[in-house]
């Protein structure tokens, strides 16, 4: 089983945060003090101290997107929060422990009690996922925690736990409840970024080395932080790298690429070319040639105009992914393009839809790629 398949993972945690008590600037009058011996002598009943949610540090995953050519691990980062192991992990270790007790006593009772109510066991959105626990997890036995990671609503807790008689690596995922409570959630809503988390989570590991990481430098130079969450000021943001097309900066020779790459496809479609069409094109797009002689006049035309006429105005350099926003008109579409073997920018994805695909062509990224100034209320630098 691979950890693909062995994860199991998701949810959401809302990142708890010790506000300071403002004190009145003025004190109405004291009443008179009336001295009582007795309890002057009595023990002090003072409340203890509320606990201070344990420091987190910043922590950037890579972006892996699926492509036609494979998993390509990009230079684009996850900007997420990781809470150290003291304090318990801020308390999920405590409802971590009653989780994987339940597993093994098989106790649907407390495995209730520890999980959200519609995602458990007598809940109606995947109560069927208990009794899968229950026979899976039996024989289990927390190795150790590797991490515990937060980002938007949820908090990630991963593992290598031992099962029969060997180590795997699972992801647990728990969220707040509205009164602060942590609570597993077994099958919670993917979101885009969730799915790409869990995609960095599953990159093979080393030995014992986690997987990797964004570089510094790569974080650096990142000129555009995107948020994704209900709660812009929550954790979880995508840091990439990019321009307009009209001032590339830097970026020059990545938009001159996307340029070239996007003329050649408009005049291989003019001259019905569909092998020289096939040379800018990933594997699955070049399924275009064997289609095109069976296809009606009006299927090609139909197809040729959706080539021409294509102009980028926006480029995302997270190489080896480029990621071009291009008008057809007054229609804004995404393209991703990935190195070719001689070093020409071949278009990739054309027909292939995946979980990256939300980050790109749905949410905050589309939304701002339609502005006025497309992107920059999202530039930090």
Not at 158 to 163: C, E, K, S
Not at 262 to 283: F, P, T
Request: hydrophobic share 40%; charged share 25%.
């Amino acid at each position: 089983m691979n950890r693909l398949e062995q994860l199991v993972m998701h949810a959401a945690l809302g990142l708890a945060v010790l506000s300071g008590c403002n004190q009145p600037k003025h004190h109405a009058a004291p009443d008179p003090i009336v001295r009582d011996p007795a309890a002057e002598s009595a023990p002090s009943r003072e409340a203890p101290p509320a606990p201070v949610p344990a420091p987190r540090i910043k922590a950037y995953g890579t972006l892996m997107f699926h492509a036609e050519v494979g998993d390509v691990r990009t230079s684009a980062c996850l900007s997420l929060d990781e809470i150290p192991a003291q304090s318990g992990y801020d308390g999920v270790e405590l409802v971590f422990d009653s989780l994987i007790e339940a597993f093994k006593s098989k106790d649907d009772k407390a495995y209730n009690a520890v999980t959200i109510a519609e995602q458990s066991g007598a809940g109606t959105k995947c109560p069927h996922t208990m009794k899968e626990f229950f026979s899976r997890f039996e024989d289990v036995a927390l190795q150790r925690i590797d991490h515990v990671y937060a980002f938007d609503n949820v908090v990630l807790v991963d593992t290598v736990l031992r099962m029969s008689e060997r180590d795997v690596t699972l992801a647990f995922g728990f969220e707040h409840t509205s009164e602060g409570k942590l609570e597993y959630a077994p099958c919670p809503d993917r979101t885009p970024f969730h799915a790409a988390v869990r995609s960095w989570l599953s990159d093979p590991r080393v030995g014992e080395e986690f997987n990797p990481q964004c570089p510094s430098d790569v974080v650096e130079r990142a000129t555009h932080r995107i948020p994704f969450g209900a709660d812009p000021a929550r954790p979880g943001a995508l840091l990439l790298r990019g321009a307009p097309v009209n001032e590339p900066g830097d970026l020059r020779d990545t938009a001159a690429r996307v340029a070239a790459a996007l003329k050649s496809i408009e005049r291989a479609v003019a001259a019905n070319d569909m092998r020289g069409l096939q040379k800018h094109m990933a594997k699955k797009g070049r399924e275009v040639a064997e289609w095109w002689p069976t296809a009606t006049p009006q299927e090609r035309a139909r197809y040729s105009a959706s080539l021409t006429g294509v102009e980028p105005f926006f480029i995302f350099d997270a190489s080896p992914l480029v990621i071009g926003y291009v008008r057809q008109g007054g229609v804004i579409q995404v393209m991703y393009f990935v190195s070719g073997a001689d070093g020409r920018l071949i278009w990739t994805n054309s027909t292939l839809f995946t979980h990256a695909d939300g980050l790109f062509k749905r949410g905050p990224l589309s939304e701002s790629a339609a502005a006025l100034n497309p992107f920059s209320n999202y530039r930090v630098k």
